[in-house]
């Protein structure tokens, strides 16, 4: 699931860590979801959404599912 969390995360002035901070999560965690290693959970994702004031669907982008 592609995002635009690195971009935001630079827009915002932030370090990997301190956005990680904002949301409760680690570094790593917030490494992993910019570089698409980890899709986070809906918690998270709405978090990450809620501190850059968008929309889940506006930060993450939603491939098609294969699942029907």
Do not use: C, H
């Not at 699931?1 to 990997?16: A, W």
């Not at 809620?50 to 599912?65: C, G, R, T």
Request: proline share 1%.
């Amino acid at each position: 699931m592609k995002n635009k969390v690195k971009k935001l995360r630079e827009q915002f002035g932030l370090t990997q860590a301190q956005l990680g901070q904002k949301v409760n999560v680690s570094r790593q965690a917030i490494n992993a979801i910019e570089k698409n290693k980890f899709d986070p959970s809906i918690w998270l994702a709405y978090d990450l959404a809620k501190f850059f004031n968008m929309s889940i669907e506006e930060l993450f982008e939603f491939e098609e599912s294969e699942r029907k």
